[in-house]
């Protein structure tokens, strides 16, 4: 009786030749300009730090022409006190903002006047192709609040560097390495000469089409954890992880990015027990509807604020 012998793996029909998916080769000489430094964690802030606020907002924004518009905003809530007890201390406070803006594709100015006496400005200045100057400072009445600092980013190939000058003698550089087209790695240095306190720090960032996860470290003792899942175009989850080494302060946070049709909800929850919800709806075009909502059990503290947003 004659034994039937199955074909080799390594037998294929004439004239055919076996799939092999190759590797893709890295070019390590053509690898992607990274992120800013000091925006390594922007994609979990983004879920995880929406702008709450308590009470009223109504922003107005009306352009003048393509470059130049004018803003108004009026802010009614109360203020926490800062107190030696667990005890939260508001106060109602009222406030009027004034608002100019100069927008240009290599220039942006952006000026700002509240009825405290307060005076913010910001500047971005395309000063060539590579190099940006960005500046920003603030008056105001009471001692030694005012403040003001310049930072220089040049933009590599695949490298990114800042320079930072500050008042009070602050000094500061970092500068951020893409070593495949996923993995970025970076350090800074910092030195504020009117407090005579100095600092190192490194940072790692890895990035996909569907996730981002971020590493940083410094000598100041912060330890900062971040990951980002993107579910979908419109959804996206994140967590983050901050500690102290030096004051024992743990705290990690889960949060969600929800963009729908004509809203856009973000959500968090942390450890110390504080839940918070911002939402963004869309009623019309140039007219936006506001929602916060912050719950803190551990501090009995509950704050919830609507505005109104007209204008682009």
């Known amino acids: 009786m004659a034994t039937l012998v199955p074909p080799a793996a390594t037998d294929f029909p004439a004239g055919s030749k076996p799939t092999v998916t190759e590797p893709e080769k890295v070019d390590y000489f053509n690898l992607p300009c990274p992120i800013p430094y000091e925006e390594i964690h922007r994609e979990a802030l983004m879920s995880l730090k929406p702008e709450l606020f308590e009470g009223m907002r109504f922003d107005f924004t009306r352009g003048l022409n393509q470059r130049f518009s004018l803003s108004h905003s009026v802010f009614m809530g109360p203020t926490e006190l800062p107190t030696q007890s667990t005890d939260v201390v508001k106060i109602p406070t009222a406030h009027y903002e004034f608002g100019a803006n100069f927008i240009d594709p290599k220039m942006m100015l952006f000026g700002r006047v509240m009825t405290d006496g307060r005076v913010n400005a910001r500047v971005r200045c395309e000063l060539s192709e590579n190099l940006a100057m960005k500046a920003n400072g603030q008056l105001t009445g009471e001692p030694h609040m005012s403040h003001g600092m310049v930072n220089f980013d040049y933009k590599g190939k695949d490298y990114r560097t800042q320079f930072q000058l500050g008042n009070g003698a602050l000094f500061g550089a970092s500068y951020i390495q893409s070593i495949t087209p996923h993995l970025s790695l970076g350090g800074e240095v910092f030195w504020a000469g009117q407090h005579r306190k100095s600092g190192i720090g490194y ?110």
Not at 231 to 244: I, R, T
Not at 246 to 252: E, G, N, P, Q
Not at 259 to 283: H, M, P, Y
């Open 203 to 312: 940072a790692a960032r890895y990035n996909t089409d569907k996730m981002v996860a971020t590493g940083q470290v410094a000598s100041t003792g912060m330890v900062a954890l971040g990951y980002v899942q993107k579910v979908s175009e419109k959804v996206s989850l994140a967590s983050d992880f901050m500690y102290n080494y030096m004051s024992r302060d743990v705290t990690a946070s889960v949060g969600y990015d929800y963009i729908l049709r004509q809203c856009r909800l973000r959500g968090k929850i942390d450890s110390n027990g504080c839940v918070a919800a911002f939402l963004e709806e869309r009623l019309n075009m140039g007219l936006n509807f506001i929602l916060s909502a912050e719950i803190d059990h551990k501090k009995k503290d509950y704050k919830f604020g609507f505005g109104l947003t007209v204008g682009e």
